[in-house]
């Protein structure tokens, strides 16, 4: 059977998981009766609520042309579109042998588009550009066209590469034309081009067996299971096999208890499978993602491609509230170890340490996104945390303290562009690029340190009415910009513990922004609201009016209190200073204080001061 393996790149929303809906559908892939989810490949509860792809995940298509001739099994490789989520892009690529650049026909290629693009391009992949939402009614396909040209010029792509063919297309109507006035039809002419441009796997079924691990799951009957392409020989059920790391090494030896190949979204088991083939193994133990597994008589392992290493981390606590325990079952920190441990195992951008005393982990990622996705996964599961604010590792470089940088991509209306440059500014970032991008936008592109972004975004949309959009990509390490400062306002702090009561927020509201409404469970040293000056002020929420004088009175009937600003994971992560953490339960998600006791507080920051 004919055989082609690829990947589809996209930036967040592009269309990238809805032309692989309509793929499976017009290959056959679904019965006619079949009831499919929209959006399928977005499997995780996660990916279906942000409408984003977290993990990479492989599936196929077999496609017969019209013509009658012989079926191609097409395995497509669904890859993460932001950057936080790069380490399942690294090793994803080693496995295909072409890619399809989905972009955007009005907003064109994107930051995360180029991150993950030059690594595709620097491994010799020829690229198939995809036009979407060629339908849009502000679309611009000639000058998108340019743009990708220009971003693989920029991005060193060879001559081969550079004479890449073009579509236009709808994912979401499922049709693809060769001309941008394409408006009907089906996906023939993707399939045709993939089949046409995307070379059939070179490798030769007779040597030796060979296979580099890139993804790794966890399922409850079979325990690990590793994905990845064979890169030559043949594997059948049962047979011996070995798992070696970069360097040679062995790490276990094993048998082959399951072998799977992909049919549409399903895992399917097989008897064996040949070089070129994409398959999922269970049977190791040990073997993780990167390790090469082999025949026993392995020795050289294959290339596997180095890691960006981790940018950002937070500390993962016990939750040592007063609450605790009210709302989750998983409290203690042997539970949490081993939870973060297995998450380690399977997401390898991810680092976790323990912190001396055993109550607090370290857990290091690639951004923001990354580790609230994290977060949030284990306060579905029942998971209760503190957690503290990210913050960036430093490394020692050539010229002293290193720190690392993004580059950062704002498309935003023309009379927000001085306020989002005067605020980057603040943050030490520099100006790379301003230009127009019609409709009264402008786009602008800055150097900025990671330690600068955090916490930005959220007054970001503020100061563009939410009009804004903002992309962030890992750039380098850099010289250290000195301090940055962080949040202009101080906290309002809860000095009771006990039920929020209206008539004392009624008298709070003049101070600042509420977090909390009446009624909410609160308790000494939580933090319920913003305070309009830069101080923390302590104030008594629970307070009611002194009921000593019953003359009728219609005024106390008419409080009418603003709607509180309730915070998501993310924002109340980027939100709190230092001396601030996250509870996060399964129910809530409160601010508090590190210390909770208002002596404690004051002695610490003296502390911090005199150092």
């Given at each position: 059977m004919n055989l082609r393996n690829v990947a589809i790149i996209a930036h967040v929303d592009h269309g990238k998981t809805t032309l692989v809906d309509q793929l499976f559908r017009q290959s056959g892939t679904f019965r006619e009766n079949q009831r499919v989810e929209e959006r399928a490949m977005d499997s995780n509860d996660l990916e279906k609520e942000r409408g984003i792809t977290i993990l990479a995940k492989?599936?196929?298509?077999?496609?017969?042309?019209?013509?009658?001739?012989?079926?191609?099994?097409?395995?497509?490789?669904?890859?993460?579109?932001?950057?936080?989520?790069?380490?399942?892009?690294?090793?994803?690529?080693?496995?295909?042998?072409?890619?399809?650049?989905?972009?955007?026909?009005?907003?064109?290629?994107?930051?995360?588009?180029?991150?993950?693009?030059?690594?595709?391009?620097?491994?010799?992949?020829?690229?198939?550009?995809?036009?979407?939402?060629?339908?849009?009614?502000?679309a611009r396909p000639a000058e998108v066209l340019d743009e990708c040209f220009e971003l693989?010029?920029?991005?060193?792509?060879?001559?081969?590469?550079?004479?890449?063919?073009t579509l236009y297309a709808s994912g979401r109507s499922g049709y693809a034309g060769r001309t941008d006035d394409v408006r009907e039809g089906d996906l023939t002419p993707?399939?045709?081009?993939?089949?046409?441009?995307?070379?059939?796997?070179?490798?030769?079924?007779?040597?030796?067996?060979?296979?580099?691990?890139?993804?790794?799951?966890?399922?409850?009957?079979?325990?690990?299971?590793?994905?990845?392409?064979?890169?030559?020989?043949?594997?059948?059920?049962?047979?011996?096999?070995?798992?070696?790391?970069?360097?040679?090494?062995?790490?276990?030896?094993?048998?082959?208890?399951?072998?799977?190949?992909?049919?549409?979204?399903?895992?399917?088991p097989v008897t064996s499978a040949k070089a070129g083939d994409i398959v999922a193994i269970a049977g190791l133990m040990k073997a993780t993602?990167?390790?090469?597994?082999?025949?026993?008589?392995?020795?050289?392992?294959?290339?596997?491609?180095?890691?960006?290493?981790?940018?950002?981390?937070?500390?993962?606590?016990?939750?040592?509230?007063?609450?605790?325990?009210?709302?989750?079952?998983?409290?203690?920190?042997?539970?949490?170890?081993?939870?973060?441990?297995?998450?380690?195992?399977?997401?390898?951008?991810?680092?976790?340490?323990?912190?001396?005393?055993?109550?607090?982990?370290?857990?290091?990622?690639?951004g923001e996104l990354q580790l609230g996705v994290v977060i949030e996964t284990l306060r579905r599961e029942g998971f209760e945390l503190g957690i503290s604010r990210p913050r960036v590792l430093f490394r020692d470089g050539p010229d002293g303290r290193e720190e690392p940088y993004e580059t950062v991509v704002i498309d935003v209306d023309d009379e927000f562009s001085g306020t989002v440059i005067d605020k980057m500014a603040m943050r030490k970032a520099e100006m790379t690029d301003m230009r127009p991008s019609g409709g009264g936008k402008t786009r602008l592109t800055f150097s900025a340190p990671s330690r600068g972004l955090i916490g930005y975004h959220g007054e970001f949309l503020s100061d563009t009415r939410g009009t804004g959009i903002m992309?962030?990509?890992?750039?380098?390490?850099?010289?250290?910009?000195?301090?940055?400062?962080?949040?202009?306002?101080?906290?309002?702090?809860?000095?009771?513990?006990?039920?929020?009561?209206?008539?004392?927020?009624?008298?709070?509201?003049?101070?600042?922004?509420?977090?909390?409404?009446?009624?909410d469970m609160l308790y000494e040293g939580m933090v319920i609201g913003e305070n309009a000056k830069p101080q923390d002020l302590e104030v008594n929420p629970l307070k009611s009016k002194q009921l000593t004088n019953f003359r009728a009175s219609g005024k106390d009937e008419g409080i009418r209190l603003t709607p509180p600003r309730r915070m998501t994971l993310e924002q109340a992560i980027a939100y709190i200073q230092d001396d601030e953490l996250v509870e996060v339960t399964p129910k809530v998600i409160r601010i508090r204080k590190r210390y909770l006791d208002p002596h404690e507080r004051k002695r610490q920051s003296r502390k911090a001061e005199a150092a």
């Open positions: 492989c599936t196929s298509v077999e496609w017969t042309p019209k013509d009658g001739g012989e079926t191609v099994h097409i395995n497509i490789v669904d890859t993460p579109g932001h950057a936080d989520f790069g380490a399942e892009v690294e090793r994803i690529l080693s496995m295909v042998d072409g890619v399809i650049l989905l972009v955007d026909s009005a907003e064109g290629p994107m930051p995360q588009t180029k991150f993950v693009t030059g690594k595709a391009l620097s491994l010799g992949l020829k690229p198939i550009v995809v036009v979407n939402k060629i339908d849009r009614p502000d693989f010029l920029n991005l060193d792509a060879n001559d081969e590469q550079l004479d890449f063919p993707l399939f045709e081009t993939i089949v046409s441009h995307v070379p059939a796997p070179n490798l030769d079924p007779d040597a030796e067996f060979k296979m580099l691990a890139t993804l790794l799951d966890r399922d409850n009957f079979l325990g690990r299971i590793l994905t990845g392409r064979i890169e030559s020989g043949t594997l059948n059920v049962n047979d011996p096999i070995r798992a070696v790391d970069v360097n040679g090494k062995t790490v276990e030896d094993g048998r082959v208890s399951k072998l799977f190949a992909f049919e549409g979204l399903e895992r399917v993602v990167s390790n090469t597994i082999g025949t026993p008589q392995i020795t050289e392992p294959l290339h596997a491609r180095e890691i960006d290493p981790p940018t950002l981390s937070m500390t993962f606590a016990v939750n040592d509230s007063p609450f605790a325990g009210k709302d989750g079952d998983k409290v203690q920190s042997r539970v949490i170890r081993e939870r973060l441990e297995r998450e380690a195992e399977g997401n390898v951008a991810i680092r976790v340490t323990e912190t001396p005393g055993g109550e607090a982990f370290e857990v290091a990622g690639r992309n962030r990509l890992f750039e380098k390490y850099g010289p250290h910009k000195g301090k940055i400062e962080g949040r202009q306002n101080g906290a309002l702090i809860s000095m009771e513990t006990g039920a929020a009561v209206a008539y004392s927020l009624n008298m709070l509201e003049e101070r600042g922004v509420l977090f909390i409404a009446p009624g």
